[in-house]
């Protein structure tokens, strides 16, 4: 996914402008990812879409403020991994199961041999538990570059630090992440 359109200049002056149904096209644009963001950092789908909505309501009530040329996503998403780490400490549980993370894992082909396919389910299980072992942060850069696919150069933007701490979270979040399946592997 693209972090940035060029559409969105013209749509956030269009609701700066007063013009408020515009916000809704941001919203329809960028509903999805927010809410695989918020699902990748607190692992409940009801949680998810509250907290996405919750950001999005935010950046409306903010959008003065927004400097025309900067990417929208990486501004929403400041906002929207903010809630998500808030309510992860509100609930001081860090170890939350990411059951609900359907996209998390590759599903099985409906042709694999059924041992094979029971293999992979059973697989599948062990990556969305550990995935639920790590810390938010380290499950937040795992998601982005592994499973929703953004460049090194987007992760940097939107987590809004230098390409090389991204490669090295990366690093360490993977590490973490294979010393937990260990025992699978």
């Known amino acids: 996914m693209k972090v940035t ?18 916000f809704g096209e941001l919203v329809n644009a960028y509903m999805q990812p927010a809410y695989y963001s918020a699902l990748a950092l607190v692992g409940s789908h009801d949680d998810a879409l509250d907290l996405s909505q919750q950001a999005f309501i935010r950046a409306y009530d903010s959008i003065r403020k927004f400097e025309r040329g900067r990417s929208f996503f990486t501004w929403y998403y400041r906002i929207l991994r ?38 992979r389910s059973m697989l599948r299980e ?17 998601v982005m570059k592994d499973f929703d696919g953004y460049t090194y150069a987007e ?10 701490t ?20």
């Open 166 to 185: 991204v490669m090295s979270r990366l690093y360490y979040a993977r590490k973490h992440l294979k010393d937990l399946l260990e025992d699978v592997l």
């Open 155 to 164: 992760i940097a933007e939107l987590l809004e630090c230098p390409l090389g």
């Open 126 to 142: 062990k990556v969305r538990e550990a995935l639920g072992f790590l810390a938010p942060e380290e499950r937040e850069i795992i």
């Open 82 to 119: 903010n809630l998500c780490l808030n309510r992860i400490r509100d609930r001081a549980s860090q170890a939350r199961p990411l059951s609900s993370f359907e996209n998390a894992v590759e599903v099985a082909d409906a042709a694999d041999d059924p041992a094979q396919a029971t293999e």
């Open 5 to 22: 359109t060029q559409n969105d200049d013209d749509v956030i002056l269009r609701v700066q402008g007063g013009e408020k149904d515009a």
